[in-house]
């Protein structure tokens, strides 16, 4: 039979699910006409009939007419094998040929329907997922962001936001594939930053993979140097030894390591280290003049930063008195370091960074220098309140934060600093209170 007619027959079948045109017009009597059954001497008795009925397998079977998650993993092994015969028989046949230009098309079908089975595959089949889901202190919420690639926490694949459902912890910003959210095993990173707001500040205190039974410090994954069954990376922080899995080689700034030796080089980290860092970095926790109290002879810049927090706890006072200074809320000009006007002492490691760069001094300086213009010349009620020297009882009206001034420690009056210091006697203000306490008894 030749091959024309044997072409026109297969077609006839309707063997090919991508040829829709007869069943969409239809005749114009409105009526389907009868489909042909396929002849069976299309498909035996010689080697290239075999070939092709290979070469059909994939398109003998309408995989886009099943529902969606019906399909076994058998149709995409088959579309697999019909390719690799198609691409046989393109070799075999002679070029430029009718016939080989029919099993190009043949080819083109069959690649189609395997991407669409793959896509189907890795697509979630739940499209009712709630928008709010709690798992280990975690709280996920479903996003609905399709642009953004990003990575799994759990399986380290990448997340398709465009066919995937995926969820992000609003504490701690874990992500994952909705398929991944049942296989997660470690609790939330901000539960222990609310139970647990202190650093690590021994550098890099390793105990060895002995100690850890050659396990992942986190997920208890067999580890080991040579990386086999899996690499074994320490976290400079922890300065324990997790897999590839949970340390995905990101670096971050160790607070130790900035403690003991001023050092902002960023260190290889942990995914949970990098985590539980990020958001300890805009806290308060760290005591300098306990934990490094050296620090200050070695680090100028920590020594302005002090005298200029001191000057602003002397400033607060006047600023709370006055009408005007909270109608223009000055103090909301620290509000991303509230701990600047309730301490002297404490600081984040945000600030011992931004300390080192030069940016904290910059920006305190220009607060420092608003503050100290209103107390001294925009307002006249802050400007009563100032002192005059009463050892010399000369000079312009002082204020406490003054570089020139000295504060008694008893009754915070203010004096000029030489007058201060050159006085023998005790504060005149402090003996009058003296002398008041004796008269009233």
Not at 11 to 19: A, E, G, I, M
Not at 284 to 294: A, D, G, M, Q, S
Not at 303 to 320: A, G, H, N, S, T
Not at 406 to 423: G, K, M, P, T
Request: charged content about 30%.
């Amino acid at each position: 039979m030749e091959y024309g007619e044997r072409l026109a027959n297969f077609r006839q079948t309707r063997l090919n699910p991508f040829d829709r045109s007869d069943e969409e017009d239809g005749p114009q009597g409105g009526k389907t006409p009868p489909r042909h059954e396929p002849r069976p001497e299309l498909f035996s008795g010689s080697r290239t009939n075999s070939t092709d009925r290979a070469m059909d397998l994939g398109l003998a079977e309408d995989h886009f007419s099943r529902p969606m998650g019906s399909f076994v993993a058998s149709d995409i092994e088959q579309l697999k094998l019909a390719i690799e015969e198609c691409k046989k028989l393109i070799l075999e046949l002679p070029e430029h040929s009718e016939r080989q230009k029919d099993t190009v098309v043949k080819l083109i079908h069959l690649r189609l329907k395997l991407q669409e089975l793959k896509i189907r595959q890795w697509k979630d089949p739940e499209e009712d997922e709630p928008n709010l889901r709690v798992l280990l202190e975690h709280r996920f919420s479903k996003e609905k962001s399709k642009s953004v690639k990003q990575t799994c926490d759990k399986c380290s694949a990448i997340i398709w936001g465009l066919i995937q459902t995926w969820y992000t912890c609003t504490g701690c910003y874990y992500r994952c594939h909705s398929k991944c959210m049942n296989l997660i095993t470690k609790p939330c990173v901000r539960s222990k930053v609310s139970h647990q707001s202190e650093y690590e500040l021994s550098i890099c205190p390793e105990i060895g993979l002995d100690k850890q039974d050659y396990r992942c410090a986190e997920c208890r994954t067999a580890i080991s140097l040579r990386g086999v069954p899996s690499e074994a990376r320490q976290c400079d922080y922890t300065g324990q030894y997790y897999c590839t899995a949970c340390h995905w080689n990101d670096t971050a700034i160790v607070p130790a390591r900035v403690i003991h030796n001023w050092e902002f080089e960023p260190r290889k980290v942990c995914r949970s280290s990098l985590r539980y860092l990020a958001l300890m970095m805009s806290r308060p926790v760290l005591k300098l003049k306990e934990i490094n109290p050296l620090l200050f002879n070695f680090v100028e810049e920590l020594v302005e930063i002090r005298k200029l927090r001191q000057d602003i706890l002397l400033m607060k006072p006047y600023f709370i008195t006055c009408k005007e200074a909270m109608e223009a809320r000055l103090l909301l000009q620290l509000q991303d370091r509230q701990h600047f006007v309730e301490n002297d002492d404490m600081y984040s490691l945000q600030d011992l960074i931004d300390i080192s760069s030069g940016r904290l001094s910059c920006s305190l300086t220009e607060i420092h220098t608003t503050f100290a213009k209103h107390i001294k010349l925009d307002c006249e009620r802050c400007q009563a309140k100032g002192f005059v020297c009463e050892l010399c009882k000369e000079g312009d009206i002082l204020f406490p934060f003054d570089s020139h001034t000295s504060v008694c420690h008893e009754c915070a009056a203010v004096f000029h600093r030489d007058c201060y210091y050159d006085n023998s006697t005790t504060c005149p203000r402090c003996a009058r209170m003296t002398e008041r306490k004796q008269d009233e008894v």
